[in-house]
């Protein structure tokens, strides 16, 4: 078996729901990132790139179905160059790293693009075809920016509750605050902010080109979780999930350039990391916030390491309550998770999400030095995915 490793990631600044980029499309956006991990590489031909392995939640508009396919032909790949696009919805793009991973190990490939893309503000409403032709009433149009629609019957209700009613019912599993959540949130903002000022994201964030955004649109410096405090609860009249707690609707997009040992003559550059070991769990649908709990419990026992070894985790932030119930269940020292600021700040489009915290923990392995890392993510409908990488730059 050949190994997997990681030769670069970089991602686009993500831009809040309607906001700086909402007149950018998805497939562009995923152009503008696979065009940016390439330039990473300085002697790789890009002929050379054996499959671009894609991640995006909704496919119903501009992502036209197979964005990755579109989009590798946007940012001028030969048009050798397949294209294959996963929905695993906010997995999606670590489950793209994943499976490219696993190409290059059995030795499919020795050069894979990886990576995701979403436009929130772009998801089109949908209708359904009719059941009978000539209907005389009126028909819905479900936004397909996030959650459920046109829900299956047999579906049973209680896996088909929005996704901030699981999180509350999570916040009742545990016990979690609404004070230690907003203590949570306001510290993601904090250290997204920090970093962006000490210069931690200038080389793993491209420019949209046309496009007057420099860093994560959403940041809010100077957050506390007083000022949080004051948020009227979202899902609940009495609950503790607010809009200041939870992950932001957005747009965006990552890329990770993934190689052979052998490849990296061709690429021209060094290997940052090994892809050590992968988990995937799943649970019951509305449970899916405690779900990387075990993912990443499985990533590391197939590594074979302990979570005393891991010295940088990146938990992508969909909730508050949800990853300081994953947190509080490895028992890790809380300081190490997300220390470049999270989800809650950094913002959360969909299909982007997983790339995006692969290429964070790579930077803060890089700038540590430390050996162990992992990269973790819920997805809604019960499941999650998680990464062990190993720094060997």
């Not at 950018?24 to 065009?35: M, S």
């Amino acid at each position: 078996m050949n190994e997997a490793f990681v030769y670069a990631a970089v991602r686009t600044p993500f831009g809040r729901f309607g906001g700086a980029l909402a007149g950018v499309r998805p497939d562009d956006l995923a152009a503008v990132a696979i065009t940016g991990v390439l330039d990473r590489a300085p002697g790789l031909e890009r002929a050379a790139v054996d499959e671009v392995v894609w991640g995006a939640a909704n496919q119903a508009g501009e992502d036209n179905r197979n964005v990755a396919r579109m989009a590798t032909l946007l940012a001028g790949l030969p048009t050798s160059v397949p294209g294959t696009t996963v929905n695993r919805l906010c997995g999606s793009s670590l489950d793209a790293a994943i499976i490219g991973s696993r190409e290059i190990e059995v030795g499919d490939a020795d050069v894979v693009v990886t990576g995701g893309s979403e436009s929130m503000t772009r998801a089109p409403w949908v209708l359904p075809k009719p059941a009978r032709p000539f209907p005389a009433g009126n028909l819905e149009a479900p936004s397909t920016t996030l959650g459920w629609r046109l829900v299956n019957d047999n579906m049973p209700a209680e896996w088909t509750i929005s996704l901030g009613e699981c999180n509350e019912q999570l916040q009742e599993r545990f016990g979690i605050s609404r004070e230690r959540q907003d203590e949570f949130a306001a510290r993601s903002h904090n250290l997204a902010d920090a970093a962006w000022e000490a210069g931690f994201y200038d080389d793993l964030v491209v420019a949209v080109p046309e496009v007057d955004l420099a860093r994560d649109e959403g940041i809010r410096p100077g957050s506390t979780a007083e000022k949080l405090s004051g948020l009227k609860p979202s899902f609940r009249e009495d609950g503790t999930i607010t809009a200041g707690n939870a992950s932001p609707l957005n747009d965006g997009a990552s890329a990770v350039l993934l190689g052979s040992e052998a490849a990296a003559e061709a690429i021209g550059t060094a290997p940052l990391a090994r892809i050590a070991g992968r988990g995937v769990h799943a649970l019951d649908p509305q449970d899916f916030g405690f779900a990387p709990v075990e993912a990443a419990n499985q990533a590391l026992a197939r590594t074979g390491i302990e979570w005393s070894d891991v010295s940088a985790v990146e938990l992508n932030e969909a909730f508050a309550v949800q990853s300081i119930a994953c947190v509080d269940a490895w028992k890790v020292d809380p300081e190490i998770v997300n220390a470049k600021g999270g989800a809650i700040a950094i913002g959360h489009p969909l299909g982007a999400s997983g790339g995006r915290i692969l290429g964070t923990l790579l930077g803060r392995l890089r700038e540590s030095g430390d050996r162990w890392g992992v990269a973790a993510i819920c997805i809604g409908v019960g499941q999650a995915l998680a990464v062990v990488v190993e720094n060997v730059g």
